[in-house]
T-cell receptor, first 111, second 113 residues
Framework: NAGVTQTPKFRVLKTGQSMTLLCAQDMNHEYMYWYRQDPGMGLRLIHYSVGEGTTAKGEVPDGYNVSRLKKQNFLLGLESAAPSQTSVYFC??????????FGPGTRLTVL | AQSVAQPEDQVNVAEGNPLTVKCTYS??????LFWYVQYPNRGLQFLLK??????LVKGSYGFEAEFNKSQTSFHLKKPSALVSDSALYFCAVRDTGGFKTIFGAGTRLFVKA
């Protein structure tokens, strides 16, 4: 039981490049989330999903897209990376009781 | 709109002393309240939650939290701090019926030996 896994762990991009972050969970959770963590700002919700095939915007969705084609996977895409997207990205999943289980994070630097 | 405030950026305590990390919240309806802990270069780990029932909630690693509806607070406590408790602590709130959980900015706890 791996819980929530994220790939990659680290990535450096140049401005304008694109990339996809992958999140996978093996707990059969309905809900999945993408957050970004920046110093002094806590976690901010980017997008979330309440089930396979559904996604919704969070607090800071601009510049990101997501897809949930399979229940266990939640992908976060950056179409044209900007330096303001330098951050640590966390994926989480939860069942209906709403306790969230987090992945180890992806540290992204955009130059 | 729901919100969470952690008024202290940092809390310093000596090992063996009691610790308190403060959290206040604002939410419509009845809240779901959570505490999570983050160790360096790791994801957040669940500590405890309040949904309904007893106002004193016990969680992992000897932590507990008290829900106070009149003061809209959910402070995290531990009777005797350990050096290994040093970490970043996040309070979070979700309203009943909602899907989004809002996190506070975090409080860094330093426990000195």
């Amino acid at each position: 039981n791996a819980g929530v896994t994220q790939t990659p762990k680290f990535r450096v991009l140049k401005t304008g490049q694109s990339m996809t972050l992958l999140c996978a969970q093996d707990m059969n959770h309905e809900y999945m989330y993408w957050y970004r963590q920046d110093p002094g700002m806590g976690l901010r919700l980017i997008h979330y999903s309440v089930g396979e095939g559904t996604t919704a915007k969070g607090e800071v969705p601009d510049g990101y897209n997501v897809s949930r084609l399979k229940k266990q996977n939640f992908l976060l895409g950056l179409e044209s990376a900007a330096p303001s997207q330098t951050s640590v990205y966390f994926c989480a999943s939860s069942s209906r009781d709403s306790t969230q289980y987090f992945g180890p994070g992806t540290r992204l630097t955009v130059l | 709109a729901q919100s969470v405030a952690q008024p202290e950026d940092q809390v310093n305590v000596a090992e063996g002393n009691p610790l308190t990390v403060k959290c206040t919240y604002s939410v419509s309806g009845n809240p779901y309240l959570f505490w999570y802990v983050q160790y360096p270069n790791r994801g957040l780990q669940f500590l405890l939650k309040y949904i309904t029932g007893d106002n004193l909630v016990k969680g992992s690693y000897g932590f507990e939290a008290e829900f106070n509806k009149s003061q809209t607070s959910f402070h995290l406590k531990k009777p005797s701090a350990l050096v290994s408790d040093s970490a970043l602590y996040f309070c979070a709130v979700r309203d009943t019926g909602g899907f989004k959980t809002i996190f506070g900015a975090g409080t860094r706890l330093f426990v000195k030996a």
